[in-house]
């Protein structure tokens, strides 16, 4: 009979922005030293855009728009486009050890994340589809996308879905939603796509609590591990609170891609 392996489940009770970053990384390193198992984490942020490592703030946010929504600013270390936070959003990751992947294994780890979510919203009764290589469609409208990274001997795949955030300040803060957007060829530009909330396509509630359980299980089939409930480590937690203080809550990480 084969057996399944066992990974963490972290319910993760932080949610400022900044800090959430730096136990990304502390989390990432953890497992990549071999230290943990590997890791389903469900987190949220206050308002905030979670702009990717490789973007211009000047060229994706509107500033004076999240002054006005006081909307903080956070750099991640993974690549992709910029995306908003707020409270409604569930957002997860899946770290993993990467001894012993090949490119091929990191591509199908990738492509699991994906078929993991679509499992998850068919429990929910929704309908959703897959556009390559990481956006999760209802009805064409966008509810999730991802972003990831191989480093520190780790996988890291992390994403946010739309459960009831708003979007109205969503639309407000990002410039790829307005015509002033101009992209550009220096920095990679996020793409426009007309998004949606899960309870828009829902006739009931839908509590954070029932996405979480369907994730958990939609994460256990497609990558056929038990999920267990775990605190984080002593290690991990100072680590990142290090790695906030350090980086990720410095103007020079999270604004180093203002253009003068």
Not at 13 to 30: C, D, G, H, S, V
Not at 124 to 153: C, M, Y
């Amino acid at each position: 009979m084969l057996k399944i392996e066992g990974w963490r489940l972290i319910n993760s009770r932080f949610i400022n922005p900044y800090f959430n970053m730096a136990l990304e990384e502390a989390i990432a390193k953890t497992i990549g030293e071999g230290l943990t198992l590997n890791t389903v984490r469900f987190w949220r942020n206050n308002k905030s855009i979670v702009l990717g490592r490789f973007q211009s703030i000047k060229v994706e946010i509107d500033l004076n728009a999240c002054i006005k929504h006081n909307v903080a600013i956070v750099r991640r270390f993974t690549g992709g486009g910029a995306v908003y936070h707020d409270l409604g959003n569930l957002n997860y990751s899946i770290i993993v050890n990467r001894e012993g992947f090949s490119l091929r294994d990191v591509q199908e780890f990738f492509m699991k994340n994906c078929l993991s979510i679509i499992e998850a919203l068919k429990i929910l009764g929704l309908n959703p589809n897959l556009e390559k290589p990481n956006n999760i469609l209802i009805h064409g409208k966008k509810v999730s996308g991802a972003a990831g990274a191989i480093k520190w001997n780790s996988i890291v795949h992390h994403s946010c879905i739309l459960v009831s955030a708003n979007l109205s300040i969503l639309r407000d803060v990002l410039n790829c939603f307005k015509n002033v957007y101009a992209p550009s060829e220096r920095w990679v530009s996020s793409r426009k796509m007309d998004v949606a909330n899960l309870k828009d396509f829902l006739n009931k509630k839908l509590s954070l609590n029932e996405v979480k359980e369907a994730l958990k299980k939609g994460f256990e089939k497609v990558y056929k591990v038990k999920l267990s409930e775990e605190a984080l480590s002593l290690k991990e937690l100072n680590f990142a609170k290090k790695l906030y203080k350090n980086k990720y809550s410095r103007y020079e990480w999270n604004f180093e891609g203002l253009e003068t």
